[in-house]
């Protein structure tokens, strides 16, 4: 198995040792070497996960999560003004990104079929965030179930759509992407321009 770098010792039940595991993981997914991250017992590991996909997915669940919150709490911010709603959200996701470099990686260089509880995480992402699309939709109350449901589908859409380009746009914006090197200010402010047509102007 290998030296494993046990800082201190403490029993691999202890709640946060699984917290430490998973942000082990964020910072470097491997076949091996989590609990060595992590600075705890290889037992530890596997108390707390069935097998080594098992941190991985928890750690991608924990960055979704934490990107969910701040998008939640820029929304929030924002009250009952779509416009300004959308342009925080925007932002926070950017602060985020740039704040966490390593859940940011995670996030944006592991396609959907890494493992096999990837694409179920991504999935509920997405849709966590497309049933709010009508949070950030211009004005203009459906008249009609038929004008109603058209609407619908039309928010899910562009809102997916969005959603798949700005992590386009955050992939590229890595180290070493084609976008590296692209100044973060006309970035975010072409990203805003885009993001406010598309989902304001429907």
Known sequence: MGQWRIVEKQP?????????????AVRIFADKGYAEAADVEVTAVHYHFSGKDDPFAAAMRASLDSISAVVIAARAAAGAASADGLRLAVDAVW???DDNPYGASLVHTHLPGTIRQLSAIRQEFSE?????????????????????????????????????????????????????????????????????????HP
Do not use: C, K
């Open 128 to 200: 966590l965030h497309e049933r709010r699309a009508f949070d950030y939709l211009g004005d203009g109350s459906p008249t009609g179930a038929r004008q109603a449901a058209a609407r619908m589908g039309t928010g899910t859409l562009t809102m997916r759509t969005l959603i798949d380009a700005l992590i386009a746009l955050h992939a590229m914006r890595m180290a070493d992407g084609p976008l590296s090197t692209a100044s973060p200010a006309s970035l975010r402010s072409a990203t805003h321009r885009v993001a406010r047509q598309m989902l304001l």
């Open 12 to 24: 691999a039940h202890r709640p946060s040792r699984r917290n430490d595991i998973v942000d082990a």
């Open 95 to 97: 602060h985020w990104i």
